[in-house]
C-alpha cells in the first residue's frame, strides 16, 4: 500500500525531472537580463528589502533574491524553477484525484488513480509549460499557480477533513 501511495508522485517527480533535465545548464536570456542579471534590487536580500514600500511582485523578487544568494548560480534559478514546477504537478494530481474520486478514499491501481496521475502528467510534461520551467524569469507563471492549486487543494482538504483552518485561513 505504502508503495502504491508513492508510485504517482515517484513518477511525476521522474517526469519533471526527465522533461526539464536539459534546461537545468541552460543560460539566461532576453527578459532574464532586464529583471534578474542588471536588476540590483534581487541581487542580495538587503537590496530586495530596501525596494519594499514600491514596486511590484515582492515575492518573485524575493525567490530571486534568494536564489542570487543561495551560491548555486544559474542552475540554482533553474532547480528552483523546476521544483515549483514539480510541486504544481503534485497539486494537479492530489486536486484530480479527489475529483475522479468524487471525494471517497481510493485505492492505488483503480481508475481515479490512473486518470489523475495521466493529468497530472500531461499538465507536467505539456510544451505549454516550457517557458515557465526553462526561462527563469518565467518563474512569475509557476509561483501564481502554485499559490493558486495549493489554496484549491487547501480548500478541498478543508471540505475533506472539517478543519476549518484549511477552508479560511490557509
Do not use: C
Amino acid at each position: 500500500m505504502i508503495r502504491e501511495r508513492w508510485a504517482a508522485p515517484a513518477a511525476l517527480l521522474g517526469g519533471v525531472l526527465l522533461g526539464y533535465a536539459n534546461s537545468f545548464f541552460g543560460a539566461f536570456q532576453f527578459d532574464d537580463y532586464n529583471v534578474i542579471v542588471h536588476n540590483p534590487s534581487v541581487h542580495s536580500l538587503a537590496a530586495w528589502s530596501s525596494g519594499l514600500p514600491g514596486g511590484i511582485r515582492p515575492l518573485l523578487k524575493l525567490s530571486y533574491a534568494l536564489n542570487w544568494e543561495s551560491g548555486p548560480g544559474l542552475f540554482g534559478f533553474h532547480l528552483f524553477n523546476a521544483a515549483v514546477h514539480a510541486a504544481n504537478a503534485l497539486f494537479v494530481h492530489a486536486l484530480s484525484r479527489r475529483l475522479l474520486e468524487g471525494g471517497t478514499k481510493g485505492e492505488g491501481g483503480d481508475p481515479a488513480s490512473a486518470g489523475a496521475l495521466a493529468a497530472a502528467l500531461l499538465f507536467a510534461l505539456h510544451p505549454v509549460q516550457t517557458e515557465a520551467v526553462t526561462y527563469v524569469s518565467g518563474r512569475s507563471v509557476s509561483l501564481m499557480a502554485f499559490f493558486y492549486l495549493a489554496s484549491l487543494w487547501s480548500y478541498a482538504r478543508g471540505v475533506e477533513t472539517g478543519r476549518r483552518i484549511h477552508l479560511y485561513l490557509v
